[in-house]
């Protein structure tokens, strides 16, 4: 046989070699749903409150009255959903391990109050703690597994960089304001959502598989299930807190 006929049967035979080997899991797998609300939206309990500021002139400024947070309805969807709840995945991915993203996750105190009151980082991922205020904020971690921090920014426009180690949701408070508050929880992983005006989350770039997907809320507790979903497929994740 001629060397022309060996490369066409070696090149034959990696064909069919390659061809033989199972197809690699796509990470394309999405997992999205909405958190309803099931009970009485209109209760008095579950209506925003206006947070007094007056003992700090500048909290005032410029600014409509700061609601509270503990639970904020979306009232204009059907059903009602529920606003700054925590969907993750749980359990399910294994021993994976995923890259650190190089942007930074923002803490803003602006208006005496905390953009965003509920947000999920990646542990090793910087936070970036900024006062947008004209007046002497306290920021206080209320960490169990991180170490508790406790620092002072009294002038606008300063910022501190953070890292944080993965752990469940703990609080992040304002010793000077107390209506001040936030949630956080450190991940080793990017699926993580928190529900806006729609109450709506996803969770995107899945490799295929079964997870235990777990909803967090301040007021209304946990809630988890187990979610099947195949690749470059979208399953549906519905969570609902009946609080009444």
Same mark, same amino acid.
Do not use: Y
């Given at each position: 046989m001629n060397r022309g006929n060996w490369t066409t049967v070696a090149l034959t035979g990696l064909f069919a070699f390659t061809a033989a080997l #199972? @197809? @690699? @899991?796509?990470?394309d797998a999405v997992i999205k749903g909405k958190v309803a609300f099931d009970g009485d939206a209109s209760a008095a309990k579950y209506k925003r409150r206006a947070i007094d500021t007056s003992k700090d002139a500048n909290c005032k400024k410029g600014k409509k009255r700061i609601g509270t947070y503990? !639970? *904020?309805l979306n009232k204009k969807t059907d059903p009602v959903t529920v606003r700054n709840v925590l969907v993750y995945v749980k359990e399910g991915l294994g021993d994976r391990k995923y890259d650190v993203p190089s942007e930074p996750v923002t803490l803003t105190q602006k208006g005496c109050e905390y953009k965003p009151h509920v947000f999920g980082i990646i542990e090793g991922q910087t936070l970036t703690v900024t006062n947008?205020?004209?007046t002497?904020?306290? *920021?206080h971690f209320q960490p169990k597994v991180n170490q508790e921090l406790n620092f002072s920014q009294p002038k606008k426009g300063?910022? /501190?960089?953070?890292?944080l180690v993965a752990e469940d949701t703990? /609080? !992040?408070k304002c010793d !000077?304001? #107390?209506w001040m508050g936030a949630y956080v929880q450190v991940f080793t992983h990017p699926f993580f959502d928190v529900t806006g005006n729609k109450g709506t989350f996803e969770l995107k770039g899945l490799p295929p598989g079964s997870y235990v997907v777990e909803a967090w809320h301040e007021t209304f507790g946990t809630k988890t299930m187990t979610v099947e979903v195949a690749s470059d497929q979208t399953a549906e994740a519905n969570f609902t807190y009946k609080p009444d």
């Open positions: #199972p @197809a @690699a @899991a796509q990470e503990n !639970v *904020i947008g205020d004209e002497s904020h306290n *920021i300063m910022t /501190k960089e953070l890292k703990f /609080k !992040v !000077v304001h #107390p």
